[in-house]
């Protein structure tokens, strides 16, 4: 079956666009996880879904990153006038049922904020 | 504050030899490890994984070891094969009512020559 699917795979983004990336879990998984890797570190935790429900967005680093998943499904993360801080690569990561289950990441979305 | 640590950013061995790949955490409160591997322009895979009750799990040629008086990890591949090059990170969920919320350690590039 497919795995999970982000687009677009590349952004490049002048300073002060506002970018929106998509996520395509697993079909059926509950669970849906937002990361950020900043180039050569290891992925930092930004949100996590259940459903529609947004549970933990202690990671989002300002205001301007904006995440959510109206129907359970595809989820969107929003980064609102981006900055040159905000270039890494993000992560989405799917689970079939709560926090506990492996998480199945997708190949991410490498951002550029020139 | 970096509570999952990997010191080795790279790590270089035969084809054949045993590969051994650390990993420190300083939070006494994680009761569960993963070790994920990641190719370029993909997501990370989950590998394998521990509970704090046990000292010991091993998969095929993969083992990740725990000393928990040590706070330390461990995973040693035997034997390494070239297509086990990769960057891999130990991680650890935060738990309670979080517990998807992984953090990761930097990361580690292991390259297995033929």
């Known amino acids: 079956g497919a795995g999970v699917s982000q687009s677009p795979r590349y952004k490049v983004a002048k300073r002060g666009q506002d970018v929106a990336l998509r996520c395509d879990p697993i079909?059926?998984?509950?669970?849906l996880f937002w990361y950020q890797q900043a180039l050569g570190q290891g992925p930092e935790f930004l949100t996590y879904?259940?459903?529609?429900?947004?549970?933990?967005k202690s990671g989002l680093p300002s205001d301007r990153f904006f995440a959510e998943r109206p129907e359970g499904s595809v989820s969107t993360l929003k980064i609102q006038r981006t900055q040159q801080e905000d270039s890494a690569v993000y992560l989405c990561?799917?689970?079939?049922?709560?926090?506990?289950?492996?998480?199945?990441f997708g190949p991410g979305t490498r951002l550029t904020v020139l | 504050d970096q509570q999952v640590k990997q010191n080795s950013p790279s790590l270089s061995v035969q084809e054949g030899r045993i590969s051994i790949l650390n990993c420190d955490y300083t939070?006494?409160?994680?009761?569960?490890f993963l070790w994920y591997k990641k190719y370029p322009a993909e997501g990370p895979t989950f590998l394998i994984s521990?509970?704090?009750?046990?000292d010991k799990n091993e998969d095929g040629r993969f083992t990740v070891f725990l000393n928990k008086s040590a706070k330390h990890l461990s995973l040693h591949i035997v034997p390494s094969q070239p297509g086990d090059s990769a960057v891999y990170f130990c991680?650890?969920?935060?738990?309670?009512?979080?517990?998807?919320?992984?953090?990761f350690g930097q990361g580690t590039i292991l390259t297995v020559h033929p």
């Open positions: 990561a799917s689970s079939v049922r709560d926090s506990r289950d492996t998480q199945y």
């Open positions: 079909s059926g998984h509950v669970s």
């Open positions: 879904f259940q459903n529609e429900a947004q549970l933990d």
């Open positions: 939070n006494s409160m994680f009761d569960y």
């Open positions: 521990i509970s704090s009750i046990k």
């Open positions: 991680a650890a969920p935060a738990g309670g009512t979080s517990y998807g919320k992984l953090t």
